[in-house]
């Protein structure tokens, strides 16, 4: 599992965040909660790298908070996609995918440097 302290990068949180809310609007436990399920329990998102992550991208443009009452009836923020950040979603999961297959390629690589043989 992933926690704050683990490397989780930035962007790559960034990103799951897009993801989550370009289901609708979420709150924060929403957010990690999906993140979680979503990744089978390999990625947990902690309060302390989550909400700096959401204020980070609010102050970007690519989402905004509305205060709302959660389904356990307690106050909660909102976060949803803005058009920038639909926008920003389009664009960083077209270079996830190509990190992804970059990195997947030399990791499954059988193919040995030339200065190795």
Same mark, same amino acid.
């Given at each position: 599992m992933f926690t704050k302290?683990?490397?989780l990068l930035q962007g790559t949180l *960034? /990103? /799951?965040v897009?993801?989550?809310l370009s289901w609708g609007p979420m709150h924060g436990y929403g957010i990690a909660? &999906?993140?979680e399920s979503a990744t089978g329990d390999v990625l947990?998102? *902690?309060e302390g790298s989550?909400?700096?992550a959401l204020y980070r991208m609010t102050r970007?443009? &690519?989402i905004k908070g509305e205060w709302g009452t959660s389904e356990n009836n307690r106050r909660a923020k909102f976060y949803q996609l803005t058009r920038e950040g639909e926008r920003q979603f389009r664009e960083q999961t077209t270079g &996830? *995918?190509?990190f992804a297959s970059a990195v997947t390629s030399a990791v499954g690589s059988t193919r040995a440097p030339a200065w190795a043989r």
């Open positions: 302290d683990s490397g *960034e /990103l /799951l897009l993801k989550t909660s &999906w993140i947990r998102v *902690e989550l909400y700096p970007k443009g &690519w &996830w *995918e190509r």
